[in-house]
């Protein structure tokens, strides 16, 4: 079992930026940050996998986030730069195979 907590989440104007991180209680190989947007699916915004440091991210998040880990403290981050109205969301962490944490609140006003 691995508990996950997110940090970060905040308002912002368009624009801005912020950075999400996530602290896990152990270390699983690959971490992701999913969203939910109002009145659509989850959907993967990032990945992270160990050792080989392998990134994915969604069309919409490539050239403006990014994101990174700390194995030694279990902690995966996502910084999110030129944020735009759409992309006020909750936003939640994952870890492999299917550990979710509660989710934080990007909000970005226009």
């Known amino acids: 079992q691995v508990q996950l907590v997110e940090y970060g989440g905040g308002v912002v104007h368009d624009g801005g930026s912020l950075t999400l991180s996530c602290a896990a209680s152990g270390f699983t190989h690959r971490m992701s940050w999913y969203r939910r947007t109002p009145g659509k699916e989850r959907e993967l915004v990032a990945s992270?996998?160990?050792?080989?440091?392998?990134?994915t991210y969604a069309d919409f998040a490539k050239g403006r986030f990014t994101i990174s880990r700390d194995t030694s403290e279990n902690t995966v981050y996502l910084q999110m730069n030129n944020l735009k109205p759409e992309d006020t969301a909750v936003y939640y962490c994952?870890?492999?195979?299917?550990?979710w944490g509660r989710g934080t609140q990007v909000t970005v006003s226009s």
């Open positions: 992270i996998s160990s050792p080989s440091d392998t990134r």
């Open positions: 994952k870890a492999w195979p299917n550990f």
